[in-house]
């Protein structure tokens, strides 16, 4: 089964995934180049929400461009199984060498907003990520290194620290907030 499949077979959490499933299925059956940042205006993404074995804390970088402390993620950049991405960008942007997926699922499907910034001395305009996001699972033991192309910081944090850390309102109440609860059903 292929990730368009993946996406239409979930079953959302909530109003925020209800919706937001529906736009990035039409994005996906409308944009051939769905999973390239060629297409300005959006492209798909996978995020990780990674978590202890004991599911009391979450690992987070504090993200250069958006000033903030978040969770990991990136782009497809031609790549269709979102899982992998997850998993790269967990290991790139943390040092983690062993994340493992607690199911390869899907666990939050989420259409994003990007503010234009700069990056690499270029300038990147206003455009949407088409986000998947996966549940994983790493030790609070592991090395952990900062990705200085991407990130200034990587711990572990609570759950509730883990809202209070980052300064995205918007990313607070509608997805760490529903990662979390989401967290107390498994």
Same mark, same amino acid.
């Given at each position: 089964?292929?990730?368009?499949?993946?996406?239409? &077979?979930? @079953? %959302?959490?909530? $109003?925020?995934?209800?919706?937001?499933? +529906?736009?990035?299925? #039409?994005?996906?059956?409308? !944009?051939?180049?769905?999973?390239?940042?060629?297409?300005?205006?959006?492209?798909?993404?996978?995020?990780?929400?990674?978590?202890?074995?004991?599911?009391?804390?979450?690992?987070?970088?504090?993200?250069?461009?958006?000033?903030?402390?978040?969770?990991?993620?990136?782009?497809?950049?031609?790549?269709?199984?979102?899982?992998?991405?997850?998993?790269?960008?967990?290991?790139?942007?943390?040092?983690?060498? &062993?994340? @493992? %997926?607690?199911? $390869?699922?899907?666990?939050?499907?989420? +259409?994003?907003?990007? #503010?234009?910034?700069?990056? !690499?001395?270029?300038?990147?305009?206003?455009?949407?990520?088409?986000?998947?996001?996966?549940?994983?699972?790493?030790?609070?033991?592991?090395?952990?290194?900062?990705?200085?192309?991407?990130?200034?910081?990587?711990?572990?944090?609570?759950?509730?620290?883990?809202?209070?850390?980052?300064?995205?309102?918007?990313?607070?109440?509608?997805?760490?907030?529903?990662?979390?609860?989401?967290?107390?059903?498994?």
């Amino acid at each position: 089964m292929g990730i368009r499949e993946d996406i239409a &077979n979930y @079953r %959302p959490f909530n $109003e925020q995934e209800r919706r937001d499933k +529906a736009v990035i299925l #039409d994005f996906l059956d409308n !944009n051939e180049d769905a999973f390239l940042r060629s297409n300005l205006i959006a492209h798909m993404t996978a995020s990780a929400w990674i978590v202890n074995p004991e599911r009391t804390k979450t690992l987070l970088v504090y993200h250069r461009i958006f000033d903030s402390w978040s969770w990991t993620g990136g782009h497809a950049d031609g790549e269709e199984d979102l899982l992998a991405v997850a998993l790269r960008e967990v290991r790139e942007e943390t040092g983690v060498k &062993n994340p @493992r %997926p607690l199911s $390869e699922d899907i666990y939050s499907l989420e +259409a994003l907003t990007v #503010d234009g910034h700069e990056k !690499n001395g270029e300038y990147v305009p206003s455009h949407l990520h088409m986000n998947v996001t996966y549940l994983l699972e790493a030790e609070e033991s592991e090395t952990l290194h900062i990705c200085r192309e991407e990130n200034s910081g990587v711990a572990w944090f609570s759950l509730d620290e883990a809202l209070a850390a980052s300064t995205e309102p918007w990313f607070v109440e509608r997805i760490y907030k529903k990662l979390n609860e989401k967290l107390e059903m498994i």
